[in-house]
């Protein structure tokens, strides 16, 4: 069965960074996407960025420029560099595995943005 860990989570100062790891263990295909979305208080969960093996990375504009999506593929791993962090990234960050058409998930790493 697959599962997936995140961690990396806390509180961080606007403009900091934080780097989340997601760490997956099962039969996990190397070709295959793993990613991230968020979900902030009160709002609905949104697609953050997501690579397949270790390339083609893809970000929701609100991050693009400030994140970076990577895998580790001998770890079975994707990491989450975030960067110049703002407010609005405040959000329980879930990572997912996309195998087919279905989605695995994590449990969810929280990241506050705060002053």
């Known amino acids: 069965q697959v599962q997936l860990v995140e961690s990396g989570g806390g509180l961080v100062q606007p403009g900091g960074s934080l780097r989340l790891s997601c760490a997956a263990s099962g039969d996990i295909f190397s070709i295959s996407t793993m990613g991230w979305y968020r979900q902030g208080p009160g709002q609905q969960r949104e697609f953050v960025a997501h690579?397949?093996?270790?390339?083609?990375?893809d970000y929701a504009d609100s991050v693009k420029g400030r994140f970076i999506i990577s895998r580790d593929n001998a770890k079975s791993e994707v990491y989450l560099q975030m960067n110049s962090l703002k407010p609005e990234d405040t959000a329980v960050y879930y990572c997912f595995y996309r195998p087919n058409v279905y989605y695995y998930w994590g449990q969810g790493t929280q990241v506050i943005v705060s002053s």
């Open positions: 690579i397949t093996g270790t390339f083609d990375p």
